[in-house]
């Protein structure tokens, strides 16, 4: 049983659309990450929410934090082909010890 | 140095045979981290260490992997007796602390370890 959902796990779609990333659970995390990875390399930070209702935006990318610190969201606005990658949450248990738990990512291609 | 270093980028060993993967952390960061990820997919926790503490083995599939950190730097994970199925990308990242739930880790590029 994966502690982080996300879905979809696979999402294709054209240039200039919007989408929405999902990442859920039932435990209660004090941090939630994003992080994009390409083929043959690791994983690169892209942002940390680490309050409750809290929303940070990057450039065309919005990231939000749920209130009950349960799930988090990553809204994509006018996609481009740059974005195209596997997408993964990740976050540090509030009972637990003091490591990343991941998703199992969301393989994003954006169309051109 | 300036990011996390692995090597080798590329292994591929024989069914039985004990590999050492190495991973050199940015100068500066107490944690230290090994995940492994198969096939594109999220990435699965094996062991970390945080500073002189003892670390964290949880994650180790079995007593055929180990770890160690020299020196508070550079970690070496051991297989022995590979199996096919221990083929994988295994990523090593490493964080100014593991006691700070905000600090992001900065990941290597991995070593894709392939077991024929």
């Known amino acids: 049983t994966q502690l982080l959902e996300q879905s979809p796990q696979f999402l294709s779609i054209q240039e200039g659309e919007n989408l929405t990333v999902y990442c859920n659970s039932s435990s209660v995390f004090s941090s939630l990450q994003w992080y994009r990875q390409e083929p043959g390399e690791g994983p690169v930070l892209l942002v940390t929410v680490v309050t409750g209702g809290e929303v940070k935006k990057l450039k065309r990318l919005t990231f939000q934090f749920g209130d009950a610190r349960k799930d988090s969201s990553l809204h994509i606005t006018a996609a481009q082909p740059g974005d195209t990658g596997l997408y993964l949450c990740?976050?540090?248990?509030?009972?637990?010890?003091?490591?990343?738990?991941f998703g199992q990512g969301t393989r994003l291609t954006i169309n051109p | 140095g300036a990011g996390v270093s692995q090597s080798p980028s590329n292994k591929v060993t024989e069914k039985g045979k004990d590999v050492e993967l190495r991973c050199d952390p940015i100068s500066g960061h107490t944690a230290l981290y090994w995940y492994r990820q198969s096939l594109g997919q999220g990435l699965e926790f094996l062991i970390y260490f945080q500073g002189n503490s003892a670390p964290d083995k949880s994650g180790l599939p079995s007593d055929r992997f180990s770890a160690e950190r020299t020196g508070g730097s550079v970690s070496t994970l051991t297989i022995q007796r590979t199996q096919q199925e221990d083929s994988a990308v295994y990523l090593c990242?490493?964080?100014?602390?593991?006691?700070?739930?905000?600090?992001?880790?900065?990941f290597g590029s991995g070593t894709r370890l392939t077991v024929v």
């Open positions: 990740a976050g540090v248990k509030v009972q637990g010890a003091q490591k990343l738990v």
């Open positions: 990242a490493s964080s100014l602390s593991s006691l700070f739930y905000n600090y992001g880790y900065t």
